[in-house]
């Protein structure tokens, strides 16, 4: 139905800054709001930032003030600038993303991305 292809993740020494992307593709309407998580080895996973259709924006608080949530909604893409990067901000990254599919317009369905890693360190 919907397809969310991550892109833009490595290795970068502490400090140095990343750029991911995702992409959403598929049977969609409208897209209510797109947003990244993150899961780092033995913990759970937990929300990053997300932005939604009206522009609103949320952050955790651990990424406030380095991180930068935006989104083209021509291209169904939305990119996560991750600055001043810190060795605890090593994790896989997933996109997610809540889509109205065509045919179904009066509800919205969940979508994840199969996630980026992301692995900070000298």
């Known amino acids: 139905q919907v397809q969310l292809v991550e892109s833009g993740g490595g290795l970068v020494q502490p400090g140095g800054s990343l750029r991911l992307s995702c992409a959403a593709s598929g049977s969609i309407f409208s897209i209510n709001a797109m947003g990244w998580y993150r899961q780092a080895p033995g913990k759970q996973r937990e929300l990053v930032a997300i932005?939604?259709?009206?522009?609103?924006?949320y952050y955790a608080d651990s990424v406030k003030g380095r991180y930068t949530i935006s989104r083209d909604m021509a291209k169904n893409t939305v990119y996560l600038q991750m600055n001043s990067l810190k060795p605890e901000d090593t994790a896989s990254y997933y996109c997610n993303a809540r889509v109205v599919l065509i045919g179904a317009e009066f509800s919205d369905k969940e979508f994840w991305g199969k996630g980026t890693l992301v692995t900070v360190s000298s």
């Open positions: 932005i939604t259709k009206s522009g609103s924006t």
